[in-house]
């Protein structure tokens, strides 16, 4: 297909670096996503209209893809990556025609997932990683997007790529900038730049270097795109040196001193450790061996560069992390001593005994890990790549694989877990639930799809989620509703608007956010909303969040149990389960249940799977409250059927959560839906109603019409008046919210052969968890030292 002229003009371009460079220092600054987009090479264009690569083909539903993915995005350099290439928009230029609703330009790559399994071939996967990690990076991602990794670390690459085949197969940057975090700000790193144009060039090579060159340009880093590999390999070896000495010279005495004050006044001393390294260092930058002759710099010119970065970096106020280098002491100080005997460097050495102490003993040896780095396994059902941890065979690694689950529960989380597991691990599969009508009849055409399943406002969000790992499994969740072959045409990814107390780190690079609005931009946004009603608070902001939606929850279950159905899935409904059943070695085997005549049966399988909901810490089903301690977290919804007039017909469009009336209200069909109850997103732990089962929970018939009129129209006073003017009251409906007590998904085994599965936030992670879920039941039938990485914090053993 045709490509645009600027990708065109870039391809050419980047046969000649030499050009290349020159065009950087005489181009304007351009949009951060063109220039990272830019150097792809499929038929892409820059807003990711179409993609030759066959596995995007298989995604072309999905709008976008972020044009760069980044591996360490919470360190310095990769949260600074990820904040250049997602610059956010100004609410007014997100407004007009600048891409909206927006959407990240990158993606920060949470621990666990494979690296280049959320973006085409040729999409740059930054790898911003100690260089001790440098390697887990290349086996965590697939082949063949192997090269597209760009690495921007302290490496050597004679040392720490010599996995890689050739020179070609990746980007190295060597940098010559600092990073400092502004802490102030919150849980999300804020980094700051530090840099100055005397600074040594920062070097890059390969594929990427010219996007890399561009984006850092475009900051006032001084850049250049090295043409032969023995240039970083040189640069490298420099880098060393200062990463090695300047360390060492600050904190040589109990009050650190900044590197500025070194050059003042221990040059001598500086001078001499150069002269004990410039062979190690000669040896360094040799050791590429692609060309021949490449040389160190003069004893005179390592100076001259070491001086030169640190007066770049805040005007050489700065001191080195002391325990960043005794972490990496043996990829810095270290590897210089092991390439020139300890007698040819006597003052390095003992000025390392003396600063590093008890760290200097070790310097020789590393602990070997006792795990295997973990490989990617890519699910069918999302097409993305998850990396799974194997314990080495013999450490109570029990791989036996299983033909038959029995799943307790059929709200979203069982119903998930049950047609993955019949899907991807072709098993026998049955599951339990006492409610009824389960599935669809020649009478009845909808079910009911769970106890809070049922009451769920189905808000497909990361919204404020916290820790941040759990903010990126929710993104994540939200990716395999876009993704899942069976379900992604579900969600309405409408946006949402949400009227807060609090302002909003608007400039959060990790999650799509704009704001604050005006008023008057938030009316055109959402015109079922009125912008200009008192409220009690002056404080009040609004918010934007494009990439959300929502879900019908009785279309989504139903859809997944039919299809469930289909594979060979039975679903008994009408069951309570009265005991779990162990082999005579006590292993769970099965479970009994009595159904409505109750009759008592058992059934036998190799897994049984607790996604009971709020109701999963009830002691019949092996666990209890101590194992699994739940919170009481009751919520309800109620629906109206509004009169259908010329403004409501473009009204309420989006969804709008308002933190002031604890109101949310969206419309789903022909429906409009109020929720009510607060609302929670993990780890709070003031609301510490503790409960053992959803004996507690409201049941539907606690409510009546009066309550739901009366959330109907609080909705109407407080938020949305032109379309709650007239309505009727279909109904309302409450449940507990499956809430474990720190807010926490709990997935994993309980013990051999039992597994369990329950979160809130279930809607947004059921299609990621479901999916996750069966792969280890069906592989697995403990959890120790096996499984998805993504998951190591929300094991069960956690409450132990
Ligand atoms: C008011 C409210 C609003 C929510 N809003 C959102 C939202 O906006 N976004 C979001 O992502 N999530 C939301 N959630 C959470 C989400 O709905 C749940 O996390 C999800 O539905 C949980 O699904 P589940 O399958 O674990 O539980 P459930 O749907 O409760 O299913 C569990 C099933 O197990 C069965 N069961 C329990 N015990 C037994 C037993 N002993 N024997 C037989 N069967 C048993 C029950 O009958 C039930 O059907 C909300 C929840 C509530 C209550």
Excluded at 168 to 186: C, E
Excluded at 520 to 537: C, H, L, P, Q, Y
Excluded at 726 to 735: P, Q
Excluded at 748 to 764: D, R
Aim: net charge negative; hydrophobic share 35%; aromatic share 6%.
């Amino acid at each position: 297909m045709l490509r645009h002229p600027r990708v065109l003009l870039l391809t050419l371009l980047q046969l000649n670096p030499l050009s290349i460079r020159a065009w950087i220092h005489g181009r304007r600054r351009t949009p951060t996503l063109r220039l990272a987009a830019a150097t792809k090479n499929d038929d892409r264009e820059v807003q990711g209209v179409s993609y030759s690569s066959s596995t995007v083909e298989q995604h072309e539903t999905r709008p976008r893809y972020p044009a760069g993915e980044i591996v360490g995005a919470t360190g310095k350099i990769g949260s600074y990556i990820l904040s250049r290439l997602n610059e956010p928009l100004s609410p007014s230029d997100a407004m007009r025609n600048e891409g909206f609703p927006q959407s990240l330009n990158a993606a920060a790559i949470p621990r666990g997932l494979s690296p280049g399994c959320l973006s085409p071939d040729g999409t740059p996967i930054y790898a911003c990683v100690p260089s001790t990690a440098l390697h887990s990076v290349w086996t965590a991602t697939a082949p063949y997007r192997r090269r597209d990794i760009v690495y921007l670390c302290n490496c050597i690459p004679s040392r720490h790529l010599a996995f890689v085949n050739s020179s070609d197969d990746v980007t190295v940057g060597i940098l010559h900038f600092g990073i400092s975090f502004d802490d102030s700000v919150n849980e999300r790193p804020n980094p700051k730049l530090n840099t100055s144009p005397g600074s040594p060039e920062t070097i890059l090579h390969g594929r990427h270097a010219l996007a890399v060159a561009r984006l850092l340009e475009d900051d006032g880093i001084p850049v250049k795109v090295a043409s032969e590999w023995n240039e970083v390999q040189s640069a490298a070896a420099k880098k060393i040196a200062w990463s090695s000495l300047m360390w060492l010279l600050c904190h040589e005495h109990a009050d650190p001193i900044p590197v500025k004050e070194v050059h003042a006044t221990k040059a001598g001393l500086l001078k001499q450790l150069v002269e004990e390294i410039h062979p190690a260092l000669t040896i360094l930058a040799n050791e590429s061996g692609t060309v021949e002759g490449s040389s160190m710099d003069t004893v005179a010119e390592v100076m001259d560069y070491l001086e030169s970065y640190s007066m770049s970096i805040n005007g050489g106020n700065v001191v080195p992390s002391k325990r960043l280098a005794l972490d990496e002491l043996h990829e810095r100080n270290g590897l210089l001593l092991s390439l020139v005997s300890d007698e040819g460097q006597g003052r390095h050495s003992s000025l390392l005994r003396q600063v590093a102490g008890s760290n200097y003993k070790g310097l020789g040896a590393r602990e070997k890990s006792s795990r295997d780095d973990p490989l990617p396994i890519q699910l069918s059902s999302s097409n993305l790549s998850f990396l799974f941890t194997k314990q080495h065979q013999g450490e109570k690694c029990i791989s036996v694989t299983a033909k038959t689950a029995v799943v307790v529960g059929a709200g979203m989380i069982g119903s998930s877990i049950a047609y993955h597991l019949a899907k991807e691990q072709g098993m026998n599969v049955t599951v339990l639930d006492r409610r009824t009508n389960l599935l669809p009849t020649r009478d009845e055409e909808t079910v009911d799809p769970g106890t809070a399943t049922s009451s769920s406002f189905s808000w497909l969000n990361s919204n404020n989620k916290s820790p941040m790992s759990y903010g990126q499994l929710n993104s994540l969740g939200m990716e395999v509703w876009r993704r899942h072959d069976l379900l992604k045409d579900l969600p309405n990814w409408c946006g949402s608007l949400i009227r807060t107390k609090r302002r909003l780190s608007h400039a959060d690079p990790y999650y799509s956010c704009i704001g604050p609005l005006t008023s008057e931009d938030a009316s055109r946004i959402e015109k079922g909303v009125d912008w200009n009603m008192t409220i009690d608070d002056e404080d009040a902001q609004y918010y934007f969040f494009p990439e959300e939606g929502h879900v019908d929850p009785v279309a989504s279950v139903k859809r997944i149990r039919i299809a469930a159905q289909d594979l060979g899935v039975t679903f008994i409904e009408g069951a309570n389960i009265t005991k779990l059943l162990r082999s005579s070695l006590g292993t769970v085997n099965g479970l009994r249940y009595s159904n409505d005549d109750n009759q008592c049966n058992q059934i036998l399988a190799d897994r049984v799977v607790i996604a009971a909901g709020a109701n999963s810490s009830d002691p019949l089903l092996g666990l209890g409250g101590n194992k699994l301690p739940m919170l009481y977290q009751p919520g309800r919804l109620a629906f109206a059927r509004t009169k259908v007039d010329e403004g409501s017909i473009e009204s309420l469009q989006r969804m709008f959560i308002d933190t002031f009336s604890n109101c949310h209200i969206l419309r789903r069909g022909g429906s409009i839906v109020v929720g009510g109850g607060r609302l929670v997103f993990g780890g709070d732990d003031d609301i510490l109603l503790k409960c053992s089962g959803d004996n507690k929970v409201p049941d539907a018939a606690d409510f009546d019409s009066k309550q739901a009129s009366s959330m109907i129209e609080t909705a109407a006073k407080q938020i949305a008046p032109f379309d709650l003017l007239s309505y009727k009251v279909e109904g309302i409906i409450g449940a507990n919210r499956p809430m474990p007590a720190d807010g926490l998904p709990v997935i994993g085994y309980a013990e051999p052969c039992l597994y369990v599965a329950v979160m809130h936030s279930g809607m947004t992670l059921g299609l990621l968890a479901g999916e996750l879920a069966a792969f280890e039941v069906g592989k697995f039938q403990a959890s120790e030292g096996n499984g998805f990485e993504i998951l190591d914090e929300y094991r069960p053993s956690r409450f132990n």
